[in-house]
């Protein structure tokens, strides 16, 4: 079954249920040393899943849930291992999308999601996307719309002494910081494993390349010279400004809108049948911070063979 978030679609389980939790695995060809995410219907739920909650986690659910904000503390006894790829850590999350909820608190449990997409893939953010990428690999599919953050949680392990962001997503650092009162370290990698820390993730079929914001034109260009079918995710700076490629998507000037936008623009450009994404990193501020961190996952090394 997949289902609508505010971040992307997920493509759920019964956490409790190890043999639901393989299927996941099995469905997205994702390792599973991979840990997957539980969602909960609501904060007051949280010491029934995890172990030893510190102060400050329990600051940010108050603070960011529901909300795309995921947490990272000591697995509970209802948590298999199979959904924590082995770890004695558990990521959890209360999603901030009316259908989620309503099927939580009918079910009455947690639910593993990662995204319902193939494994380092471009994550879904319709129901269309699902479907056309998944087919009947999922029973079901609940159509909530559009994905209104569009990039996947903020992860913050709060197992330690001071937390630390294992991945920027749909709440930005600054307001974590803002609310904890101290600086916040973000990690490229981290002891624990967590979602989205692969060196390849968030992929399209298209090699993507990043490059300064005034060298696309010219990088595109070239490539589209030397016999690439080029897509261009052109600044916004750059909007008036005619580009020889393949195709052509402005980005928005709204950090909000960009990455609420980023996962369809990759989508439409694979569509398009381009071999190569010339783009660049936004400044890497509020939601840019996410932005930045997925496309540099989307043009990481590729395995082969």
Request: proline share 9%; hydrophobic share 40%; aromatic share 4%.
């Amino acid at each position: 079954m997949a289902l609508p978030t505010e971040t992307v679609y997920g493509l759920g389980a019964n956490a409790e249920d190890p043999a639901a939790v393989s299927r996941i695995f099995q469905v997205k060809g994702r390792p599973p040393s991979h840990p997957l995410i539980v969602h909960l219907g609501g904060a007051e739920h949280l010491d029934d899943w995890v172990e030893d909650v510190p102060a400050t986690a329990r600051l940010l659910a108050e603070r960011f849930w529901p909300g795309p904000l995921t947490l990272v503390l000591r697995r509970g006894r209802r948590v298999p291992l199979e959904a924590t790829g082995g770890l004695e850590t558990v990521a959890v999350r209360v999603p901030d999308h009316p259908v989620a909820l309503a099927l939580l608190a009918a079910f009455g449990g947690g639910v593993t999601a990662p995204s319902a997409n193939r494994f380092g893939q471009v994550s879904p953010t319709t129901a269309h996307h699902v479907r056309a990428e998944l087919g009947d690999a999922v029973d079901f599919v609940l159509d909530g719309g559009p994905c209104e953050v569009g990039v996947e949680s903020t992860i913050v392990d709060a197992t330690g002494d001071a937390p630390s962001i294992l991945r920027p997503g749909g709440v930005t650092r600054e307001d974590l910081e803002t609310v904890l009162g101290c600086p916040l370290a973000v990690h490229s990698t981290s002891r624990v494993r967590v979602p989205g820390q692969h060196p390849s993730h968030y992929a399209p079929r298209a090699r993507v390349v990043l490059v300064e914001p005034e060298k696309v034109i010219g990088e595109a260009e070239l490539a589209q010279e030397l016999g690439h079918q080029v897509g261009v995710l052109l600044p916004p700076s750059f909007a008036n400004t005619p580009v020889k490629a393949h195709a052509v998507v402005v980005v928005p000037g709204s950090p909000a809108a960009y990455a609420r936008g980023l996962y369809g623009f990759l989508r439409e450009l694979d569509q398009q049948r381009c071999d190569l994404i010339v783009a660049s990193l936004p400044v890497e501020e509020g939601l840019g911070l996410a932005i930045a961190n997925r496309l540099r996952r989307a043009a990481g090394p590729r395995l082969t063979g």
